[in-house]
């Protein structure tokens, strides 16, 4: 059964950073990507970033390009997302899945499994 834990959120102020993480368990995620989304009160769960599991190759939302990288340690099943140049308007619940689709990898139908998710605050 797979599982996908995050931890690293936390209160930050603005300007500051913060790196999640997601391990994943249950099953090998060869062909997998794995996507980080987000979800401020009252609003849509919107996408963040994603990473092809395979070749690595990374895609991200306008809003966070630039200032988060998403990478991922393939020995140790896990998958960060490092977050710079932190805003108010980053403040949300952080949500990572994953999923063996291929369309749809932007919206959060398109993804499969997902985790508990990890409160990121940041103050002005």
């Known amino acids: 059964q797979v599982q996908l834990v995050e931890s690293g959120g936390g209160l930050v102020q603005a300007g500051g950073s913060l790196r999640l993480s997601c391990a994943a368990s249950?099953?090998?995620?060869?062909?997998?990507?794995m996507g980080w989304f987000r979800q401020a009160p009252g609003k849509e769960r919107e996408f963040v970033a994603s990473?092809?599991?395979?070749?690595?190759?990374?895609y991200y939302a306008d809003s966070v390009k630039g200032r988060f990288t998403i990478s991922r340690d393939n020995a140790n099943k896990v998958v960060y997302l490092q977050m710079n140049s932190l805003k108010p308007e980053d403040t949300a619940v952080y949500f990572c899945?994953?999923?063996?689709?291929?369309?749809?990898?932007?919206?959060?139908?398109?993804?499969?499994?997902w985790g508990q998710g990890t409160q990121v605050t940041v103050s002005s």
């Open positions: 249950g099953r090998t995620f060869s062909g997998y990507t």
């Open positions: 899945a994953a999923t063996g689709k291929l369309l749809s990898l932007w919206v959060p139908a398109g993804f499969t499994y």
């Open positions: 990473i092809r599991w395979n070749s690595g190759s990374t």
